[in-house]
């Protein structure tokens, strides 16, 4: 019986996968898209506290 290690066959990792130029676009188009969701639920929250009150006198006037 041996107990040596077999040999890891792992091709090599590339240096570089992406461009700088590249990656900084990915970053940017990230930051955008972040950007556009954090409004997105900003405006969801609003529509909800809009509705909520609307609810609420609705039913505050209808129980009187």
Do not use: N, R
Request: proline residues 6%; hydrophobic residues 50%.
């Amino acid at each position: 019986m041996s107990d040596a290690q077999p040999a890891s066959h792992d091709p090599p990792a590339p240096a570089h996968l992406f461009e700088k130029s590249e990656l900084a676009q990915f970053v940017a188009d990230d930051q955008l898209a972040g950007q556009h969701i954090c409004k997105l639920l900003a405006s969801l929250f609003i529509y909800t506290l809009i509705a909520m009150s609307i609810a609420a006198t609705w039913t505050y006037y209808a129980t009187l």
